[in-house]
């Protein structure tokens, strides 16, 4: 147990270490999310206005 | 066929969409790696201990806000030189990607510089000029999306990246040109990497991880400006009947 809490406290850097990774996390999650939904919306808007439309159409 | 055939909205869909999937694959299988090694098998820094695991994160963030900055400012040449409308959609999908990769690189270029520096900051020429390319892109946004027309958007916007290019070289030779709290480049050397192979693994992995992330995201918002142009025609066409 004190192998994992050792590991956690990163040599006393802890507040710095795993911030960094989460700020690259949710930072980096976020963008994916936010395009892919608009993404998602604007491929439904093309459907409603054209309905044989599709993505891989030659 | 023609050049611009090739560069075709249409096309760029079809292979686009095929493409994707394997990007995101190797996105997942980089950084996977990457982190496993950069997180449990490399060792800590003989002088920074364990914050060198913040380097895996802060230096290919860094490296993609370069990058994305010079693939945002040659995809603007493009569109300007040979009106390609998909350059240009290529430079404006890239513009918040690579704003996020300089914010990271600023966020944990600061909780690495406190604890080794004994400051969050310093306006000194690499922290600075990173700070500019960071505004380079959000005026590249603010600008695009400023104009009703898309094209008239497309072309300012297109200036200002090539204009803002400067800072790129800037950016890139601050620690060699002044004096700075930033450490010069330990990996892209004439005389090859200084930094021991059980940390250059994890750092070109997660690099090669952000890279992919970037190829696939890439895609998915140049077709979303597809799609959405695809939207504006077809009710524009309504509107007019």
């Not at chain 1, 192998?3 to 710095?16: C, N, S, W």
């Amino acid at each position: 147990m004190s192998g994992i809490a050792d590991y956690l406290a990163m040599g006393g850097y802890a507040r710095f270490v795993w911030p960094a990774y989460g700020v690259a996390a949710i930072v980096l999650v976020v963008l994916w999310v936010l395009s892919h939904r608009r993404h998602r919306s604007l491929e439904a808007s093309v459907r409603a206005l054209e309905p044989e439309w599709r993505r891989e159409a030659p | 066929m023609s050049w611009h055939a090739l560069a075709s909205p249409a096309r760029f869909m079809r292979y686009s969409t095929r493409i994707r999937p394997w990007a995101v694959a190797a996105c997942l299988a980089c950084t996977g790696a990457g982190l496993a090694l950069g997180l449990f098998a490399s060792p800590p820094d003989y002088q920074q201990g364990e914050t060198v695991r913040i380097m895996y994160i802060h230096v290919p963030a860094a490296w993609m806000a370069l990058f994305c900055y010079t693939a945002m400012a040659a995809s603007s040449a493009g569109f300007l030189v040979w009106k390609q409308p998909l350059a240009e959609m290529a430079a404006r999908a890239t513009a918040p990607i690579g704003a996020c990769f300089t914010a990271v690189a600023l966020v944990t270029g600061s909780l690495w510089g406190q604890p080794m520096w004994g400051t969050w900051w310093v306006w000194d020429a690499r922290l600075t000029s990173v700070l500019v390319l960071f505004f380079l892109y959000l005026g590249y946004i603010a600008l695009a999306e400023a104009f009703d027309d898309p094209v008239k958007g497309g072309k300012a916007a297109s200036i200002l990246a090539l204009v803002g290019f400067v800072n790129v070289p800037i950016v890139k030779f601050s620690v060699d040109w002044w004096n700075t709290l930033h450490q010069p480049a330990s990996v892209a050397r004439l005389d090859g990497p200084s930094i021991d192979s059980s940390m250059l693994t994890p750092l070109l992995l997660m690099a090669l991880g952000f890279t992919f992330y970037y190829v696939a995201l890439v895609i998915t918002r140049i077709q979303a400006l597809v799609l959405e142009r695809r939207v504006r025609a077809l009710q524009q066409a309504a509107a007019g009947m």
